[in-house]
């Protein structure tokens, strides 16, 4: 691992090998810092906001490790999921009739800021080179 780039997941996975525990827990911190930054980027640029309600459902929950497997859930709905759909995937199944009404007519759906793919956009954004981030801060960290 003398390498200044880490090129994709078998590079990465070195790591875990050669580290252990340690590297699995560094990762699963930086993971989750990853998925803190997403959030905040949903929520300050791609999250349509009337009064705030769906705004305030995003959450980052804790990283799990499973094995070799270290995963961080990211969501936006809880009491408010069927409105966090209907706005993520416009048009769904649970938008409203009103919405369905707009888009048949040729009137569209028009957001004050953001709209659709409200997660997802900024979730393609911030993982593009996430193998990378993990490998230099893991690098920076255990002093490789």
């Given at each position: 691992?003398?390498?200044?780039?880490?090129?994709?997941?078998?590079?990465?996975?070195?790591?875990?090998?050669?580290?252990?525990?340690?590297?699995?827990?560094?990762?699963?911190?930086?993971?989750?810092?990853?998925?803190?930054?997403?959030?905040?980027?949903?929520?300050?640029?791609y999250v349509p906001?009337?009064?705030?309600?769906?705004?305030?459902?995003?959450?980052?929950?804790?990283?799990?490790?499973?094995?070799?497997?270290?995963?961080?859930?990211?969501?936006?709905?809880?009491?408010?999921?069927?409105?966090?759909?209907?706005?993520?995937?416009?048009?769904?199944?649970?938008?409203?009739?009103?919405?369905?009404?707009?888009?048949?007519?040729?009137?569209?759906?028009?957001?004050?800021?953001?709209?659709?793919?409200?997660?997802?956009?900024?979730?393609?954004?911030?993982?593009?080179?996430?193998?990378?981030?993990?490998?230099?801060?893991?690098?920076?960290?255990?002093?490789?």
């Amino acid at each position: 691992m003398d390498n200044e780039f880490i090129s994709g997941a078998d590079d990465l996975d070195r790591f875990f090998e050669t580290f252990g525990a340690a590297a699995r827990e560094e990762a699963a911190t930086l993971l989750y810092g990853r998925g803190e930054s997403i959030m905040l980027d949903s929520k300050q640029n791609y999250v349509p906001v009337d009064q705030g309600t769906l705004q305030d459902t995003g959450h980052v929950e804790l990283p799990v490790i499973d094995g070799d497997t270290i995963s961080v859930r990211l969501a936006f709905g809880g009491p408010s999921a069927d409105y966090a759909e209907a706005v993520h995937e416009h048009l769904s199944e649970h938008s409203p009739p009103s919405w369905q009404r707009a888009e048949a007519m040729g009137q569209g759906v028009h957001f004050s800021q953001g709209g659709p793919k409200y997660l997802e956009t900024p979730f393609a954004i911030g993982t593009h080179d996430l193998d990378q981030y993990i490998a230099d801060g893991l690098r920076a960290k255990l002093g490789t």
